[in-house]
Each structure stands twice: as structure tokens, then as C-alpha cells.
Nanobody
Framework: QVQLVESGGGLVQPGGSLTLSCAAS????????MGWYRQAPGKQREFVAR???????YYADSVKGRFTISRDSAKNTVYLQMNSLKPEDTAVYYC?????????WGQGTQVTVSS
């Protein structure tokens, strides 16, 4: 079992920035990949960004150039730096840990982009 705890969400104005954190209960290098997903009201959960154990990163087209995923192995924490936020980025953001067919999810953190 892996426990994931997200933090850092909140209310921000359009054009602002937030950094989300995902603290894992075990080494993040045990994961094949860790990622961030989001779910807006009335919509399906969608992929945002992921980082593989080797360090390769991928982003959804909608956030490319604005969001950055990174990790701190000493803290077993993955981050999502979000810049130039837009109202359409409003959603609950979830952290994901995947290893050999096992998927783990955090409880989510709300991000609201509004003036």
C-alpha cells in the first residue's frame, strides 16, 4: 500500500501561480511513474503531467509550457508547479503512483482559478 497526500491547492486569480505537493509514504523511485490528474465538475478525470522513474516527463497539451512536474527523492514528494493559471484549470487535482499494475491515488486538492 502507498498513501499519497496532496497539498497546496487554493484560490488564485487568472495569471497566478500555485505549487501542488504530493507526499508519498514510500520511496517515489519505487514507482514506475508518478503523475498528476485533474477532474473538473461534470467532467471525467484527465491526465495533466507525469514523471517516469528515469526522469522523463510528459504533459497534456493544455498545460504544456505552463506547468512543470518535478520531484524530491529525499522527501518522497512530487510537485506540480502551475503558472499562468486559467479559469479552465479549475479542478480537483489528484496525485497518482503507479507500479507494476498497481494504481494508488491521493484524496485530491482543490484548485480554483477565479477573479
Amino acid at each position: 500500500q502507498v498513501q499519497l497526500v496532496e497539498s497546496g491547492g487554493g484560490l488564485v486569480q487568472p495569471g497566478g501561480s500555485l505549487t501542488l505537493s504530493c507526499a508519498a509514504s514510500r520511496s517515489i523511485f519505487s514507482a514506475n511513474v508518478m503523475g498528476w490528474y485533474r477532474q473538473a465538475p461534470g467532467k471525467q478525470r484527465e491526465f495533466v503531467a507525469r514523471i517516469f522513474s528515469g526522469g522523463t516527463t510528459y504533459y497534456a497539451d493544455s498545460v504544456k509550457g505552463r506547468f512543470t512536474i518535478s520531484r524530491d527523492s529525499a522527501k518522497n514528494t512530487v510537485y506540480l508547479q502551475m503558472n499562468s493559471l486559467k479559469p479552465e484549470d479549475t479542478a480537483v487535482y489528484y496525485c497518482n503512483y503507479y507500479n507494476s499494475g498497481h494504481d494508488y491515488w491521493g484524496q485530491g486538492t482543490q484548485v480554483t482559478v477565479s477573479s
